[in-house]
């Protein structure tokens, strides 16, 4: 349960900071280490919340 908790959070910062990890980070208040090893520990990964909106043409 607190797992889950923790992944759907995790997931929501990185949408709200289009996957900026250090933004992502700041949000959550956890040093960007600290961040990037919850997101390990639930196999997240950031590419899935990257703004492609610059690739767009």
Known sequence: MVARFERD???RVLEM???NI???ARQAGKER???T???E???IQRDQ???DTDNAA
């Open 9 to 11: 959070y995790l997931r």
């Open 17 to 19: 900071t289009n996957g």
């Open 22 to 24: 250090s933004a992502a």
């Open 33 to 35: 280490r600290a961040f």
């Open 37 to 39: 090893r919850l997101l």
């Open 41 to 43: 520990k639930h196999s």
């Open 49 to 51: 919340f990257l703004d």
